[in-house]
T-cell receptor
Framework: SQELEQSPQSLIVQEGKNLTINCTSS?????LYWYKQKYGEGLIFLMM?????EEKSHEKITAKLDEKKQQSSLHITASQPSHAGIYLC????????????FGKGTTLSVSS | GAVVSQHPSWVICKSGTSVKIECRSL??????MFWYRQFPKQSLMLMAT?????????EQGVEKDKFLINHASLTLSTLTVTSAHPEDSSFYIC???????????FGSGTQLSVL
């Protein structure tokens, strides 16, 4: 079955530092999504990647999808306390229109 | 962006009772909605796909008689946890897609606690 592996599981960084979270699939993905969540709350959509080699940025967050569409990274530049939370990668593994499957998430803490 | 409203945000109920959770797409029509379940410090697990006007498709291991899903209109899907037990306590969250390859929007979730 399709699985998404996320790493690291948790991360503590000092405010102002850069960080990267990875998401890997054993199969080619139709779409890769990044969300942020605070536990017990809904998911906040960050970015969606569909094309191999695609890269998108929003404010200080950049997401990339590799050419094979099996690995994605989320990079945060100059982290701030507001970046703290759980980052989840989700993907549509089979075909367009199907539900997302999710990685286990990366818990990010930013110390000031 | 599109808004998905989920209600209630939290509910506490006695064991054996049934609980209904509503998921509404506020500014778009959602022919398909998805229901997820999340345990503390774990990822979201897909429970079922809710299709407007037809039966829901359940993931393996999810009891369809326990988790009743109704998608009677293009803007509303409901999940009813029947005869709830403490092990059903979890965070339930719904989502809806706008278009086939578009973003998946999520509700704010429902924390269910069964005593």
């Amino acid at each position: 079955s399709q699985e998404l592996e996320q790493s690291p599981q948790s991360l503590i960084v000092q405010e102002g530092k850069n960080l990267t979270i990875n998401c890997t699939s054993s199969k080619t993905l139709y779409g890769l999504y990044w969300y942020k969540q605070k536990y017990g709350e809904g998911l906040i959509f960050l970015m969606m990647l569909q094309k191999g080699g695609e890269e998108k940025s929003h404010e200080k967050i950049t997401a990339k999808l590799d050419e094979k569409k099996q690995q994605s990274s989320l990079h945060i530049t100059a982290s701030q306390p507001s970046h703290a939370g759980i980052y989840l990668c989700g993907a549509t593994p089979r075909q367009a229109g199907t539900a997302l499957i999710f990685g286990k998430g990366t818990t990010l803490s930013v110390s000031s | 962006g599109a808004v998905v409203s989920q209600h209630p945000s939290w509910v506490i109920c006695k064991s054996g009772t049934s609980v209904k959770i509503e998921c509404r797409s506020l500014d778009f029509q959602a022919t398909t909605m998805f229901w997820y379940r999340q345990f503390p410090k774990q990822s979201l697990m897909l429970m079922a796909t809710s299709n407007e006007g037809s039966k829901a498709t359940y993931e393996q291991g999810v009891e369809k008689d326990k988790f009743l899903i109704n998608h009677a209109s293009l803007t509303l899907s409901t999940l009813t946890v029947t005869s709830a037990h403490p092990e059903d306590s979890s965070f339930y969250i719904c989502s809806a897609r706008v278009g086939l390859l578009e973003k998946l929007f999520f509700g704010s979730g429902t924390q269910l606690s069964v005593l």
